[in-house]
């Protein structure tokens, strides 16, 4: 059974459980959209794309740590979403926008360590892996960032107009 350094383990496992907790919190979001207080069908589906991308990137590390002899635990951080009564604003639907970017950005940054770490280990099949994840990652910050400047340049009346 091929083995792996611990320093990758350990990225491995520190990008998995920040999959775990945004995959949730998306998940929450998603659902705010669809079938919350105020629907906006295209909100949520942004989100479930998000949502299933994350769980897909999470299933994939969890398989590459046990075929690699390591042990998986789940730590979700924080998984609070906006609930309706939280977007009554052109401010409050940009922070939405503007937190997911963050969000996407420090899994960019966790997913970037993975690829150095496995770089610098010698571990081959990890880089060929993970390789471009991150800058998938950076390509959904960028989206999540045109979305909040979408409210500024919109307004927050077209902008729900547009995803309903």
Known sequence: MPKTSPAVLAALQVAHDANATLSEKWHKQE?????????????????DRRHKEGNDRQHEIRRHIQRN?????????????YAA?????????????????????GLHDRHAAVYEAAEKAGDRETCERFYGVHKDLAGQARKARQKAQMVDDLGLPEFLAKHS
């Not at 669809?34 to 989100?47: A, Q, S, T």
């Not at 604003?89 to 970017?101: G, I, Q, R």
């Open 85 to 105: 009564r939280d977007l009554k604003s052109p401010e409050d639907m940009k922070s939405l926008f503007t937190d997911t970017a963050a969000s996407l950005e």
């Open 31 to 47: 659902h705010e959209f669809k079938v919350g207080l105020k629907k906006y069908p295209k909100l949520g589906r942004w989100f």
């Open 69 to 81: 002899g390591g042990k998986v635990g789940t730590s979700l951080g924080d998984t609070s979403y």
